[in-house]
């Protein structure tokens, strides 16, 4: 049976919910800052990371869209900068990094790429 979960702050503000099935986390948790600013949003099976996962800044904005299977990166991998520009795409397999991987600056200018083994 699945128990729901909220943890709250000193002030009783919720910042993490998500749910318990046998004391492993199932199901979409979502965890907000302090502030009540989503930064987090992911999926577990069986207490693993495994699939979507999104990450926001404190301040809102959009920082990271990855995949998750049986907790490692596995998939498209893209973080942002906080101004909106991408910090660096790639991909992941069973945890490390594979194919193009680029990196950017802050400025959207390519700083460094690298071809990873596949």
Aim: glycine share 12%; aromatic share 14%.
């Amino acid at each position: 049976m699945k128990e729901k979960v909220q943890r709250k702050n000193s002030n009783d503000i919720i910042v993490e919910e998500f749910s318990l099935e046998d004391g492993q986390k199932v199901g979409k948790r979502t965890i907000w800052s302090d502030s009540g600013v989503k930064i987090i949003e992911d999926t577990f099976v069986k207490g693993k990371l495994n699939g979507p996962a999104k990450q926001w800044y404190g301040s809102g904005v959009f920082s990271v869209e990855a995949n998750f299977v049986e907790g490692e990166f596995d998939g498209p991998y893209v973080s942002f900068w906080e101004n909106g520009e991408i910090k660096e795409k790639g991909n992941y397999r069973e945890g490390k990094k594979v194919g193009k991987y680029i990196w950017y600056k802050e400025n959207g200018e390519v700083w460094s790429e690298h071809q990873f083994d596949e």
